[in-house]
């Protein structure tokens, strides 16, 4: 079965594009990381899914559910992290998590409990007195308490310092465990790499590519890092040229290498070495290769 399923999906803000002919695939069972810059569409299509927003054309099925007809059904089997949380001033935390729990007839209040303590979090406080990052925690423990079939992150791990992004991916990797599907929008390529098995890049509202992340990381460019002096102008297809305080030039370079080799071998370098690019820079890449400015604030 396909936990999501969109097929030219469009959502236009009046003359505005939001997201433009989207066709996403995600089986059950994925850990799929969602990866766009600010403004790529990764918001719209989330709440596009989900009902939130109507779609201007396209269709989309999320566990076999139609959007159009199905979004109660969708609502119930399925957990949401928006990306900026409001909750009714006043509340205490205890209290959203009891009501959320309620919206969903789920009674036993023992996993919100645990949660609550992985994630360090004090239920008597009031929402309003919390941190960003504490707000973030409630709203994962409402998205994960009745362990929904899929869940939906939209930049889930904004706002959590370092050590709560990492009880929280173990939160997302228990409910993996359990059979969940994990599906969560990201901006941060390392965190995609790490936890994810499928990745699609989404840019001007568009899906570039999508694909294992295995198979993302393969594209042929290598990441070549030259001490010395160089002359770049006679290399050619590389891509990401940069040079460093300390003189050393990197670029991403997508020939053949034993050319390469050929052309460094008259030039007054140093130390040379080739290695695997990060996603970030395949990111980067395919950005170039594939109709779109680099972002370098990505
Ligand atoms: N309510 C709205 N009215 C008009 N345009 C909108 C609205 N919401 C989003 N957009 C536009 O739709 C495009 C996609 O925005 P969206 O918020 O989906 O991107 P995003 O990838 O989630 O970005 P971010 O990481 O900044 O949240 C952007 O050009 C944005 O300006």
Same mark, same amino acid.
């Given at each position: 079965?396909?936990?999501i399923?969109?097929?030219?999906l469009?959502?236009?803000?009046?003359?505005?594009?939001?997201?433009?002919d989207l066709?996403?695939?995600?089986?059950?069972?994925?850990?799929?990381?969602?990866?766009?810059?600010?403004?790529?569409?990764?918001?719209?299509?989330?709440?596009?899914?989900?009902?939130?927003?109507?779609?201007?054309?396209?269709?989309?099925?999320?566990l076999?559910?139609?959007?159009?007809?199905?979004?109660?059904?969708?609502?119930?089997?399925?957990?949401y992290?928006?990306?900026?949380?409001?909750?009714y001033? &006043?509340?205490?935390?205890? =209290? !959203?998590? @009891?009501?959320?729990?309620? +919206?969903?007839n789920?009674? #036993?209040?023992?996993?919100?409990?645990?949660?609550?303590?992985?994630?360090?979090?004090?239920?008597?406080?009031?929402?309003?007195e919390?941190?960003?990052?504490?707000?973030?925690?409630?709203?994962?423990?409402?998205?994960?308490?009745?362990?929904?079939?899929?869940?939906?992150?939209?930049?889930?791990?904004?706002?959590?310092?370092?050590?709560?992004q990492?009880?929280?991916?173990?939160?997302?990797?228990?409910?993996?465990?359990?059979?969940?599907?994990?599906?969560?929008?990201?901006?941060?390529?390392?965190?995609?790499?790490?936890?994810?098995?499928?990745?699609?890049?989404?840019?001007?509202?568009?899906?570039?590519?999508?694909?294992?992340?295995?198979?993302?990381?393969?594209?042929?460019?290598k990441?070549?890092?030259?001490? &010395?002096?160089?002359n770049? =102008? !006679?290399? @050619?297809?590389?891509?990401? +040229?940069?040079?460093?305080? #300390?003189?050393?030039?990197?670029?991403?370079y997508n020939?053949?290498?034993?050319?390469?080799?050929?052309n460094?071998?008259?030039?007054?370098?140093?130390?040379?070495?080739?290695?695997?690019?990060?996603?970030?820079?395949?990111?980067?890449?395919?950005?170039?290769?594939?109709?779109?400015?680099?972002d370098?604030?990505?």
């Amino acid at each position: 079965m396909k936990a999501i399923e969109t097929k030219n999906l469009t959502k236009k803000y009046g003359t505005s594009r939001g997201i433009t002919d989207l066709s996403l695939s995600v089986e059950a069972g994925e850990f799929y990381g969602f990866i766009g810059p600010n403004g790529a569409g990764k918001s719209t299509t989330i709440r596009t899914l989900l009902g939130y927003i109507k779609a201007s054309s396209g269709t989309a099925k999320i566990l076999d559910l139609d959007i159009e007809n199905d979004i109660d059904k969708i609502h119930e089997k399925t957990g949401y992290l928006p990306s900026e949380i409001t909750f009714y001033k &006043g509340m205490k935390v205890k =209290d !959203i998590i @009891k009501y959320s729990a309620s +919206l969903r007839n789920l009674k #036993d209040t023992s996993e919100a409990k645990r949660l609550c303590d992985q994630l360090s979090l004090d239920t008597e406080k009031k929402v309003d007195e919390l941190s960003l990052g504490n707000r973030k925690k409630v709203g994962i423990i409402c998205a994960v308490q009745h362990h929904p079939d899929l869940l939906i992150l939209d930049e889930p791990t904004s706002g959590l310092d370092p050590l709560m992004q990492r009880e929280f991916f173990n939160i997302l990797k228990e409910e993996h465990k359990r059979g969940s599907t994990i599906f969560f929008s990201s901006h941060i390529l390392t965190e995609v790499q790490e936890h994810c098995h499928m990745a699609a890049f989404i840019k001007d509202g568009k899906i570039l590519v999508a694909d294992e992340v295995e198979n993302l990381k393969k594209t042929g460019a290598k990441k070549i890092s030259v001490a &010395g002096s160089l002359n770049t =102008d !006679i290399l @050619k297809e590389i891509t990401h +040229l940069s040079t460093s305080d #300390d003189g050393k030039t990197t670029f991403l370079y997508n020939g053949e290498i034993k050319s390469l080799l050929y052309n460094l071998s008259n030039q007054e370098i140093t130390d040379i070495n080739i290695s695997e690019p990060s996603l970030e820079e395949i990111f980067m890449h395919y950005y170039d290769t594939k109709g779109g400015e680099s972002d370098a604030n990505l």
